[in-house]
């Protein structure tokens, strides 16, 4: 008999479904995404390859943990990590000088041979090109502070300096790890004004 079906947006609501009005401090614990790194602008080549052998990888442990595991559960929104090592290239909007990691959270009881099960799969139908750059890791994230962003990927740059210039130093805090966006909407479907995206820092007391 199979078990209810898993929203991990529902079970990790506070990571989800952050106040888009004010900065929150909050503690993120361990979890396992499936990965893949690369550079340059989101609307790239690279990163469409990214998602191309990311999604496959996702549907196919989904139906894999529903049918073989007996546990289904809904995929999680897409998420990345962005990163250089001038911040200001974010700011000016500098795409190409971006450093990323695309990922999709996993449940926690997937491992890495069902990752190698499903990597074999969705070879075996479509094979895309960066399909062997796609890894399960487990990412911890620990203190972060997040807010909810309402509007077009290229509006962040206002609430970002808030971020940093801001808050943080008015909290004692400084950053610790890469910037972190889970996208809630589809860009496709979703006017660029009406777009949610959480938008997380990891973080240290100083």
């Known amino acids: 008999m199979t078990t209810p079906k898993v929203d991990f947006k529902k079970r990790y609501k506070t990571l989800f479904k952050p106040s888009s009005r004010a900065f929150e401090l909050i503690e993120v614990p361990p979890l396992q995404y499936l990965m893949v790194d690369g550079q340059g602008s989101p609307a790239g080549p690279e990163y469409a390859a990214a998602l191309e ?11 894999f943990s529903k049918l073989e595991l007996g546990r289904d559960y809904v995929v999680p929104p897409l998420q990345a990590l962005w990163w250089a090592e001038d911040w200001s290239v974010f700011v000016r909007r500098d795409k190409d000088a971006w450093q990323w990691t695309a990922m999709i959270l996993q449940p926690e009881w997937l491992t890495a041979e069902h990752v190698e099960q499903a990597r074999q799969g969705v070879a075996r139908k479509k094979d895309p090109p960066s399909l062997d750059r796609v890894r399960l890791e487990t990412y911890d994230e620990g203190l972060s502070v997040q807010i909810l962003h309402l509007g077009s990927y290229d509006d962040e740059t206002e609430t970002l300096r808030r971020l940093h210039e801001e808050y943080l130093p008015a909290q004692g805090l400084v950053e610790t790890g890469k910037h972190h966006e889970i996208y809630l909407s589809d860009p496709r479907k979703v006017a660029p004004e009406k777009l949610k995206t ?8 100083i």
């Open 53 to 63: 052998a990311l999604y496959p990888m996702a549907y196919t442990l989904k139906f």
């Open 198 to 205: 959480v938008l997380r820092q990891p973080v240290k007391r």
